[in-house]
């Protein structure tokens, strides 16, 4: 069975149809929902008028995207120390540098590339040797 994702609105609805009255038991079978999930529900969104828990959404929203941040910002910190004790200059050092790391297993090549500032295809770029310009 499919289920439902009630909105903020909705549960909030709920839990102001109990508080004028109505039973527990008659509102969770009403709206389909277990009593554990309506005193979840209480718990959380208990006191909370609609602007309140639309902006608290808002801030669980804002504080994730702030965590994916930090986390990507510790990632690129910890990369560059990796690389820090050597001078990291011309494409083949950076090149060097991001196999170190990626063997390391801080991050991805990809990733590695962005951190060091090294284009894709720079890495992935391979000179020919004498003997294939010859060919």
């Keep these: 069975m499919k289920k439902k994702r ?8 709920i839990l102001r149809q109990v508080e004028e009255g109505c039973d527990i038991e008659i509102a969770c079978r009403e709206h389909n929902i ?20 639309k902006r608290l959404k808002e801030l669980e929203k804002e504080n994730t995207e702030l965590k994916k941040i930090v986390a ?3 990632l690129n910190i910890r990369v560059l120390e990796a690389v820090n004790a050597k001078k990291v200059v011309s494409p083949g050092q950076k090149r060097e540098a991001v196999k170190e790391v990626a063997v390391a297993g801080l991050c991805s090549n990809r990733a590695a590339c962005r951190y060091l500032n090294l284009h894709w295809s720079s890495y992935c770029y391979r000179a020919k040797t004498a003997r294939d310009k010859m060919m």
């Design 34 to 53: 277990a009593k554990a999930t309506f005193h979840r529900w209480r718990r959380k969104y208990g006191k909370m008028e609609m602007k309140d828990a």
């Design 72 to 74: 990507d910002q510790m």
């Design 6 to 13: 009630h909105t903020v609105d909705e549960i909030i609805k």
